[in-house]
């Protein structure tokens, strides 16, 4: 009977290169790749990546399918649209403006969530009952069309956009922060910061707050991918960026009309949006378990 | 129990209540609403006529009194766009198409999340435990409007099995439904399977093993029966989602409904119709959430605090 040790084996690996693999399973690699191909190149060097301007085309060029279709160019390896621009570099712009809404508007609304509820949390009383009631209502109205309200009162734009996602936004943290507030004022280091002479503002912002740090993160990674979603379902209703602009919800709202004839101009976007809001969750999903396990409900 | 209800109701009047508030004001930052009110063609003396009849030459707060009595008895003044209709005619007009459809898709919804979610339960670590993996992650992140156009390119426009868009016969519910009801599958699934997990635990599943049960009716009748209350007191809330889903549903298979009708309005800036509907909406979406809520602390007493 032959002894099979894992020498013998032959898709044994050297032990070096084994435990580099296992390493490097323990973090959420293949969403970090698709986060960085499909969001962070592109939005950061749009212009440099680019090959054409996302805003002009040329209608002789118009509705060219993909180059592996037939009739497809190298020159637009994803086709071009109804008025010939270039499929590519809308997508790559459009990465660009998916990351800088999201961004800017989970930031504005944290900081406001963030500041209340270490308000909330850190007084208590009368100013917790209301902030906390305002929280409770600004969560039980409903999202879309709230969005439909303001837009069709002062139209679609990016400060538009930018105010209704905050308005969305900032209830979740005001929550959050409360609630790990409420349990870290009651700990010794805040209360010897009292004794020392800290005044109310500098507890919340040195003290309190850096023990926030985690859940925010978590808290920020996991709304990117709804942000995006939001945004793009806002703008495919065309009550999100006006045109245009090359956003991947208006993409999409695009290529609706064209299904018969140009499936392309609505298929790649919707995938660019698939994609990153799959990897943006896992992603989320492993800070959670890794970062602040007890978010789990959030 | 009262008191819990009475709380619950007050803060769903505050909702409301906020709603309206939102509403009004943004009307307001619009512009002058006579604007949009009037035809071109209205001489100054039809503004002032029309400024009387909607009290817009009172101060603000009295014009927000005026505002919410006419809203109360469903008044919201007359479509801009649509010529010769008021806004909550349209909205009467378009909802039972929105009901329908919402219906429709909650029942496809739990009929492909009730047997996924029981499998998973009942072969946890399988297969079929990763189908409903793979399924509940698809279900957060596929944009639904997107997911309605695929669904178009292929079975209507590739394969032609039904109709790109518009309202008929069944045929033309079955994409939108699939499209509406994707998001509920996933949360639909999760609760039962939780709830399923719970329920294979108890003393009395064992004992109708010994009795001797064939396993399919001890899974399919006594346990899913058990099972079901859980997921049964979330679908007030799937309810309220389908509800607003259906606007971006709606207006990708052009469904005549009720989403499709704010987003044209919304397009054509025609304030009166929006407002018509998210009130109509948002009055339905607290509605059920309260109810659900009730429903909810009289099944579990550990609610009512």
């Known amino acids: 009977m032959a002894i099979m040790t894992a020498r013998t084996l032959p898709w044994y690996a050297p032990p070096r290169l084994a435990r580099a693999m296992r390493e490097a399973r323990r973090y959420p690699l293949v969403p970090i790749a698709l986060l960085t191909f499909l969001l962070v190149i592109p939005a950061v060097l749009a212009p440099q990546v680019a090959p054409y301007d996302p805003l002009k085309g040329s209608l002789a060029k118009r509705l060219t399918p993909p180059v592996w279709e037939q009739g497809g160019t190298i020159d637009h390896p994803l086709g071009t649209d109804k008025l010939g621009r270039d499929m590519l570099s809308r997508m790559i712009h459009g990465a660009r403006i998916s990351l800088a809404v999201s961004m800017v508007a989970i930031f504005v609304g944290g900081i406001i969530g963030t500041s209340l509820g270490l308000i909330s949390g850190y007084f208590g009383g009368w100013v917790d009952a209301l902030l906390m009631r305002l929280v409770d209502i600004s969560l039980s109205l409903p999202t879309i069309l709230l969005a439909l309200v303001l837009v069709a009162a002062v139209g679609p734009s990016f400060g538009t956009v930018i105010i209704v996602l905050v308005v969305l936004l900032w209830a979740r943290y005001a929550r959050l922060v409360r609630g790990e507030t409420l349990g870290i004022k009651e700990r010794d280091f805040i209360a010897r910061a009292r004794v020392a002479g800290a005044s109310h503002a500098r507890i919340m912002v040195r003290y309190i707050f850096p023990n926030l740090v985690n859940s925010l993160i978590v808290l920020a990674t996991l709304q990117v991918g709804y942000v995006i979603l939001l945004e793009s379902a806002l703008s495919f209703l065309g009550a999100g960026l006006p045109r245009p602009t090359p956003a991947w919800g208006l993409m999409i709202a695009d290529g609706r009309e064209l299904i018969v004839t140009a499936w392309w101009v609505s298929m790649f976007p919707g995938l660019a949006i698939m994609l990153t809001v799959l990897a943006l969750n896992l992603l989320g999903d492993w800070l959670r378990d890794h970062l602040d396990p007890k978010l789990r409900n959030v | ?305």
């Open chain 2, 1 to 305: 129990m009262q008191r819990y209800i009475a709380k619950r109701a007050l803060q769903s009047l505050l909702a409301i209540w906020v709603m309206s508030l939102i509403v009004f004001s943004l009307a307001r930052v619009s512009g002058n609403p006579l604007d949009v009110m009037l035809p071109l063609e209205a001489g100054p003396e039809d503004y002032e006529r029309v400024s009387k009849h909607w009290g817009l030459d009172q101060p603000l707060s009295t014009q927000y009194l005026i505002f919410v009595s006419r809203a109360v008895r469903g008044d919201f003044g007359n479509s801009w766009k649509w010529h010769g209709h008021s806004a909550m005619g349209l909205v009467w007009q378009r909802l039972p198409a929105t009901l329908q459809l919402a219906g429709f898709a909650l029942f496809v919804s739990i009929v492909i999340a009730l047997p996924i979610g029981v499998m998973s339960a009942v072969k946890k670590d399988t297969g079929w435990d990763s189908v409903a993996k793979i399924i509940a992650l698809l279900g957060q992140s596929l944009p639904g409007f997107w997911l309605g156009i695929v669904l178009m390119w292929i079975f209507a426009v590739h394969l032609g099995w039904f109709p790109t868009s518009g309202r008929g016969g069944i045929q033309y519910m079955i994409l939108p439904a699939i499209t509406l009801g994707w998001f509920q599958v996933a949360v639909i699934m999760r609760l039962v399977r939780s709830s399923m997990l719970d329920v294979l635990d108890s003393e009395f599943v064992k004992l109708t093993r010994i009795k001797g049960l064939a396993e399919w009716k001890v899974i399919w009748k006594h346990c899913l029966r058990n099972a079901a209350i859980t997921p049964l007191t979330f679908f007030a809330i799937i309810a309220g989602v389908l509800l607003t889903g259906s606007v971006v549903t709606e207006s990708v298979f052009s469904w005549p409904g009720t989403g499709l009708l704010v987003v044209d309005a919304v397009r054509a800036r025609d304030f009166q119709v929006v407002q018509a509907v998210v009130i109509v909406f948002a009055g339905i979406f607290i509605l059920t959430n309260l109810l659900v809520d009730i429903l909810y602390a009289y099944l579990d007493p550990r609610i009512r605090y």
